[in-house]
């Protein structure tokens, strides 16, 4: 075995191995070694029990070739068979590695159904919450020998800062997670001597970074600021106990349709003062349009008196072949469908930077120390998704694409509504693209 597989585990590496927790968890630090061990325990485990079937994933399919695929084919030249449509590596004893990426949001899904004893993301913080529990659901086996495992490799920062950190370094738990199940093995590249002494300028590289990223990717330190696109956001300021909302304020509601991807509505009302409260929400996936629109109208009691809906403006496009994502018939566009449901709808502003920067003003305090805009506790995907939103790589105004749908929503509504204040300075982004790393850092703070 030692044959093909070259190379000694370093001691952290060797603890990764011998972890047996349901959950164990490799990060910190770049280079420290982190997805060498990945790809190492996965060929180990596959040599090891027969008929084994493993699922390794990264968030996009370039990250994966070069970092896993390529090393893998050679390692493993002559020991298993790549099967490159598959993209699964097969071994003699019946085993099965199967590579596989989660680009986009729905990705998980095609794993619906499927057992795998073993499941590895790499770099987990790509991933957003969502896509790891999914991704739980197929961690499973039958079989008596081996009970099933998943393992994550993880830098701070990116999209899954938040859930990674919970789990493995803030160790809060909710019901059902029970804190024995977690493991975590912090990495540092000091304690990787093969780097080290082919790469010194590796370890320069990043000593040089600014501090915060420095933090990040040298110490490995999760509580430096994690590129969150609204760092104001706090569950203290903002959910508030719900209360009766008197029946003479204004409400409307604003909707982000999506049918393969979520689709969220939310109903807002306004006080005498202008502040916004986010009041109910609703969020499905796959759901057809007039099944949405009946939804929202059965969910909007009788008595209340809904003076708008603003929506996604590509609703007002005419639809052929996406039709069977929404209903309806050919021609019609899915405004018209929800209007003759009874839903008329108001095309919402979708100026992106425009819009996120309202919302920031209506996150930040008025005069009286309280927030313009609160919600109530049940808008849980609203909650959940604002302060996941991350600055975007490319344009450092805009927050990026992903599970942002209940924050659209939430836009597009506060765009209907006047500014909130003189404008608050924008926060320039501390964002920062951790896949760029090992690239020249001169552009990362500047503006
Ligand atoms: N135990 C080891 N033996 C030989 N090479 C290693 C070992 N651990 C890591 N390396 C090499 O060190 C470099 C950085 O490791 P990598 O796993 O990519 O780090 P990380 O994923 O933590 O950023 C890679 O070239 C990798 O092949
Ligand atoms: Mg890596």
């Given at each position: 075995m030692k044959l093909f597989l070259r190379g000694e585990p370093n001691p952290r590496q060797r603890e990764f191995f011998l972890a047996r927790a349901r959950h164990i968890a490799y990060g910190g630090a770049r280079g420290g070694g982190k997805s060498w061990a990945m790809r190492r325990?996965?060929?180990l485990l596959a040599l090891r029990y027969p008929n084994l079937r493993i699922l390794l994933l990264r968030r996009t399919l370039p990250e994966l070739r070069e970092n896993h695929i390529v090393p893998l084919q050679q390692e493993l030249y002559g020991v298993a068979r790549y099967n490159s449509t598959e993209r699964v590596f097969l071994?003699?004893?019946?085993s099965r590695l199967k590579l596989g990426y989660c680009d986009t949001a729905q990705d998980v899904y095609q794993y619906q159904g499927q057992e795998y004893a073993v499941v590895g993301l790499e770099e987990a913080t790509h991933f957003t919450e969502e896509q790891m529990r999914f991704l739980t659901t197929c961690n499973r086996t039958t079989r008596k020998d081996f009970s099933p495992r998943m393992y994550y490799t993880c830098n701070p920062g990116n999209v899954g800062h938040a859930w990674v950190k919970r789990l493995f370094i803030d160790r809060q738990y909710t019901e059902g997670e029970r804190p024995e199940d977690y493991v975590f093995i912090p990495a540092r590249i000091y304690d990787n001597k093969v780097l080290l002494e082919s790469d010194p300028g590796y370890v320069r590289q990043l000593m040089a970074l600014p501090e915060e990223l420095?933090?990040?990717?040298?110490?490995?330190?999760?509580?430096?600021?994690?590129g969150q696109y609204f760092p104001e956001f706090s569950r203290e300021k903002h959910v508030i106990e719900p209360f009766e909302i008197p029946a003479h304020w204004r409400r409307f509601r604003s909707m982000d349709?999506?049918?393969n991807d979520p689709c969220c509505v939310l109903w807002h009302a306004v006080d005498g003062e202008g502040r916004v409260y986010t009041?109910?929400?609703?969020?499905?996936?796959?759901?057809?349009?007039?099944?949405?629109?009946?939804?929202?109208?059965?969910?909007?009691?009788?008595?209340?008196?809904?003076?708008?809906?603003?929506?996604?403006?590509d609703m007002w496009q005419k639809r052929g072949a996406l039709l069977s994502s929404g209903g309806g018939f050919e021609g019609e566009t899915l405004a018209e469908l929800f209007a003759s449901k009874g839903l008329a709808l108001t095309p919402a502003d979708n100026s992106r930077i425009a819009g996120w920067s309202r919302v920031r003003e209506y996150l930040a305090a008025?005069?009286?120390?309280?927030?313009r805009w609160q919600c109530f506790?049940?808008?849980?995907?609203?909650?959940?998704?604002?302060?996941?939103?991350?600055?975007?790589?490319?344009?450092?105004?805009?927050?990026?694409d992903g599970n942002d749908h209940a924050p659209e929503a939430l836009r597009y509504g506060l765009m209907s509504r006047p500014h909130a204040a003189p404008e608050p300075k924008l926060i320039r982004a501390k964002a920062y693209d951790p896949l760029s790393?090992?690239?020249?850092?001169?552009g990362w703070f500047s503006s």
């Open positions: 325990k996965f060929v071994f003699p004893n019946g420095r933090r990040a990717h040298l110490d490995g330190d999760w509580d430096v600021h994690e349709w999506g049918y009041y109910r929400e609703l969020y499905v996936r796959l759901m057809r349009a007039d099944e949405v629109a009946a939804k929202v109208l059965e969910l909007s009691r009788d008595d209340e008196r809904i003076a708008y809906t603003v929506a996604s403006p008025a005069p009286d120390g309280r927030p506790p049940c808008c849980t995907n609203l909650i959940r998704q604002l302060p996941l939103l991350q600055f975007d790589r490319l344009d450092r105004e805009d927050a990026a790393l090992p690239e020249p850092s001169g």
